[in-house]
């Protein structure tokens, strides 16, 4: 294992981790009192870097009225979401 690879490895371990806990803390103060969905999104906008069926989930999210207001308050905060294309096409499955 090259340097290289070695140092994707832990950003991708360490992107994966952080994303992981704002995800939980975001979750678990959206029961309890704090800013719970300005933790929830950033951690899901990590997580959809590695994960298809999380950039979907925010894509799903996006279009729900709080959810929506929400990420343009954060983008105005300098937060950026970035819900490119997926790797699969839009017809579903990838044919085989």
């Known amino acids: ?3 290289a690879s070695g140092k994707k490895k832990v950003w991708r371990a360490v992107r994966l981790a952080v994303g992981w806990g704002l995800t939980l803390v975001g979750l678990a103060l959206l029961f309890l009192p704090g800013p719970g969905l300005l933790l929830l999104l950033p951690g899901l906008t990590l997580l959809s870097a590695e ?3 999380v950039r979907r ?5 996006r ?3 709080l959810v929506r207001r929400a990420m343009s308050q954060a983008e105005k905060a ?3 979401f970035d819900l490119g294309p997926d790797d699969e ?3 579903g ?3 085989a």
């Not at 989930?57 to 999210?61: A, E, F, T, Y």
């Open 78 to 80: 300098g937060l950026h």
């Open 51 to 53: 994960s298809l069926w």
């Open 89 to 91: 096409p839009s017809g």
């Open 63 to 65: 279009e729900k009225r």
């Open 57 to 61: 989930l925010l894509r799903r999210l």
């Open 93 to 95: 499955a990838p044919k």
């Open 1 to 3: 294992m090259d340097f």
